[in-house]
Structure formats: structure tokens, C-alpha cells
């Protein structure tokens, strides 16, 4: 993850954290953030069951793992960005493997799944 600062000679990247591909994840895809400053992503693979993750990077860059998703009933691989719910807190998702083991979408188990994460 990186963010883009503009200075009066362009644009200067800093980096906000470096994925290891292992436990915190890899190939994040989206991110938002909440009214505090905190980053909420998801990773679409690596993970303990290398089926992606979703993490919370605050303000100070702190890097936390929310979920691991495992590719059973809780998904997998989450493609979809992410939407913050301003009304109540409520981050949303979607992951394209993992749910209902009975649906065979190409060649995996599950055809995904519609998340919802309350900060």
C-alpha cells in the first residue's frame, strides 16, 4: 500500500505498509476509510488458508488481520471493493469462491459470498 502526496515539484510516494504474501495476505484490491483515518482492505489471496484476507491499517500504521477467510461458509479470495455504510459503521464485501460447497463455479467449491464487518 502506498499513498501519493502532492509537494510543489509533483508527487512524492510513500509507502504505508509492504505485503509478505504470507499471513497478512497478498494482491490487495480495495480499500476505504472510515471517519477515524483507519484503512480497511482486503487481499484476495495468501492468508492462513491462502484464501485472501481482510485488514485494517490505522492512522500510526498500525497493520492489523481482521479475517482470514478460509474458503468454506466464510468465502474466499474477495475481488470486489469494498463500501463503507455511513448510517451505522458497516464495511461490506464480496469474495467469488467459498459459501454453498454445492455450487461448482469454475472448478472451485462455492460460488462466493456477500460479507459484512462491523468496526
Known sequence: MFK???TTSGWTESVL????????????????RDSEGNLYGAATSGGQSFGGTRFKLSPDGHFTILHSFTGGADGANPQVGLVIERLQPVIIGAASAGGDPNCKGFGLPGCGVVFAYVP
Do not use: C, I, M, Q
Request: glycine content about 10%.
Open 4 to 6: 501519493l502526496t502532492r
Open 17 to 32: 505498509y509492504n505485503f509478505t504474501g504470507a499471513s497478512d495476505g497478498a494482491n490487495p484490491r480495495s480499500l476505504v
